[in-house]
């Protein structure tokens, strides 16, 4: 063999590498759709390799090594080639406020025929109609709904009601005491425990007012003008089991989801108390109990974007997420928020959650610009009259995602690529779809949780 032949065997070594490791962990991850198609790959690759290095003469075989090598390197340098592109051009102002009692989970709360449901609907009488239909249906997490599992519904309203007995441990007396910190080595140590606690990620932003609803919406403070005067806000991510997530809309999502906002809201009552002993108020925002809007706020404290979905897009997990916010007086040391471009790019390219979605509550369109900010909005209504129907917090959107894959090697190599080539967005994109099918299909549930 001569020596650009020995150079070209080194390099086809590269591909053929990244494809058994692909198909191993696709298996890993019980990808089948994917693990079959990357089989499939590397058989015909081997079949290739195999037919030139045995099957041909010595000349030909040199010649067709050297020139599948060079292939290989031209194909890969086009694809991760940073391409000038536009850019991204969206305003950036501060969104508006939001009253608690415009979401969802509040609009649900309302016990028809009360006084409170009667005053609401005077006030905001174009919400009448949406409410009257989601409430035809027999509601979330209950019996009769499309994916009622007595056991895995029962498993998750337990999750709930353990998060309900935290509600009334997110605020507390404050030490009378006030130790000295220093900003710095105060976040270190937070954000250290943090993360040792289970958190994915964390960080901290300046407390702004559009982080804070204008007027409570739940139980605990519903019609009552939101106050908070803290300075700072501390914001932390907690990952959902990823196999969880993909048998979404069927129970284990709800159950999974209620696994992480006890999670986080153990975490985030933690942390609020610990900085409380310092003589430094803080507040705990968990599970039906928030003043805040936690995508807002993880967002601002650099956590992410908002995507198509409307809600937190992680860099390593999407948004396969739950959030936690604890809001507090001590001075930290803050993160800024730095636009992930490519991120939000690829979700103008991608619609896939949109194409997904059982309510076709995820806007296919560009985003809109709202209140100074430039952002999807989601049919909110549409979405929460599923998961009346489902029983589920459905989830569909988040399974999908490509976004959402593990965070190992494999998809980690893919994101860092996509931050850098907009030819290779476009080609993850077009590779997630086939390996992984547009509209993936839901995972089946593990032996222990069938019925
Ligand atoms: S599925 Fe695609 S469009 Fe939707 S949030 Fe994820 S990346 Fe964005
Ligand atoms: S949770 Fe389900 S219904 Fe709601 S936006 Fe996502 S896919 Fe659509």
Redesign the pocket.
Known sequence: MDSWTIIACIILLFPTVFLAYALIQSAMELEIRATKRLGLVLFFWLVILAVIIFGIGQAGRNYFLVFLALMFLAGTVILLFPWPEGKLGWTRGKPDRVDERNIMFSRAELIPGSERYNSYYKEFPDHKAADDNFRKFDGFLKPGSYFYNPWLFGAANAGFYTVESLRSRTDGPVSSTKQDVDPEQITKFVTSWAREMGCHSIGVTPLLKHHLYTIGGRQHNYGEPVKNTHSNAIAFTVEMDFQRVRSA?RGPIIMESAAQYLKSGTIAVQIAAFIRTLGYDARAHIDGKYQVRCPEVAKDAGLGELGR?SILMTPDLGPRVRIGVVTTDLPLQTNSHKQDTALLKFCQICKK?AE????Q??SHKDPENVGGTTQWI?NQE??YT??CKAGT??????AVCPFSHPDNLLHSIVRSFIKLSPLFRRFALMMDDWLYGRKPAEKDLPEWMKL
């Not at 997904?356 to 309510?359: D, E, G, I």
């Not at 917090?393 to 988040?398: L, N, Q, S």
């Open positions: 809309p979905m959650c997904a979605c059982p309510s509550a995820i989601i549409a979405c599923y998961w917090d459905c989830g569909k959107c988040i």
